[in-house]
């Protein structure tokens, strides 16, 4: 599969660059802080013990902001998101580097608009698939 | 291990409102702030720092990332319910609808869907308006899992369409 710098040039199969995080609190918490998620889920070991889990985990809503952060970074300001939806099915523990990624699956042109179908997703250090999810972007041609 | 989750009380309250409620002003210092938060440690794009850069985007001047949220911290006009119950209370959504809850002890965000419309702007006043969209369960790794979906719509001060959002959370 090809990278694709610019949604303009995009052909299906082409991968996007990809938005990468280490994350821990100090991301979580200034997430926090502009969306008062302050959820202990997310802000204390002990609580994400409690819940199953290793550590204390990230927002699922700022998982759902690194994949808007890869699509704006491609898209550049002529493009729009005009749906994005995801499922949080492994959690980001702490410590762990987030990378989304995304590939172009499908594309159709018409009244100089470029629509652009992407299955994207968040992946571990592993490769593991932590939140997998499809968008679609519009793009002015 | 409960059969069910879902009581008759819970599925005779699909499609009712949760909440209804009006946001301050949308603010250039909002959005900054927001942009710093979800591009950290990297500064967020020009667009959304630079109030002179962005009016020379196609998006003539600054315009909010798409997963903004403007009801963050306090809003301006709590039509429904008046007082929102404890946000770390896992049965809130019951206990808005009036009807009992599972009363399970953990819970965390099972998926987001969003379409979006018109962009938010500084300014911009966003109506949402919430309703239970429905209950569904299924057995995984914590055993019988409850799955609540809320639909929300939120509109600005011209009545355009913002955004559409659907929200799962996953209770066990």
Redesign the interface.
Request: glycine content about 6%; overall charge positive.
């Given at each position: 599969m090809t990278q694709t710098e610019t949604a303009r040039t995009a052909k299906v199969g082409d991968t996007l660059p990809t938005f990468q995080?280490t994350t821990g609190f100090?991301?979580w918490n200034?997430?926090a802080?502009?969306?008062?998620?302050f959820?202990?889920?997310h802000m204390d070991d002990e609580a994400g013990r409690?819940?199953?889990f290793p550590t204390a985990f990230g927002?699922?809503?700022?998982q759902?902001?690194?994949m808007?952060?890869m699509i704006?970074?491609w898209t550049g300001?002529?493009g729009?998101?005009?749906?994005?939806?995801?499922?949080?099915r492994s959690?980001n523990t702490r410590g762990m580097t987030v990378t989304t990624r995304g590939v172009v699956t499908a594309i159709r042109e018409g009244d100089g608009t470029k629509t652009i179908d992407l299955d994207v997703w968040t992946e571990d250090d592993d490769g593991n698939k932590l939140a997998p999810g499809t968008a679609t972007v519009t793009v002015?041609t | 291990m409960p059969e069910s989750y879902i009581t008759d009380a819970m599925r005779g309250a699909i499609g009712t409102e949760t909440e209804r409620r009006v946001s301050y002003p949308v603010s250039a210092s909002?959005i900054r702030?927001?942009a710093?938060?979800?591009?950290?440690?990297e500064l967020p794009?020009r667009?959304y720092i630079d109030e002179d850069y962005a009016a020379q985007?196609?998006?003539g001047g600054i315009i909010a990332?798409?997963?903004f949220?403007p009801f963050?911290?306090l809003v301006a006009k709590r039509i429904w319910p008046e007082v929102l119950p404890d946000?770390?209370n896992l049965d809130r959504i019951e206990i808005i609808l009036g009807v009992p809850g599972p009363g399970l002890k953990?819970g965390?965000?099972?998926?987001?869907?969003?379409?979006?419309g018109v962009p938010m702007r500084p300014g911009d006043v966003i109506t949402g308006v919430a309703r239970l969209a429905g209950y569904s369960e299924r057995s995984g790794?914590?055993g019988l899992m409850l799955f609540t979906t809320i639909e929300d719509t939120w509109t600005n001060q011209n009545n355009e369409t913002v955004k559409r959002y659907?929200n799962t959370l996953i209770r066990y």
């Open positions: 995080r100090h991301n200034r997430y802080a502009v969306n008062d998620e959820v202990p889920l409690a819940a199953g927002m699922g809503n700022l759902f902001a690194y808007h952060n704006r970074n300001a002529e729009w998101i005009t749906r994005i939806g995801c499922q949080f959690v002015r | 909002d702030r927001w710093l938060a979800v591009y950290y440690p794009p667009e985007q196609p998006s990332p798409q997963e949220n963050a911290w946000r770390l953990s965390f965000n099972g998926s987001n869907e969003a379409e979006y790794r914590f659907r």
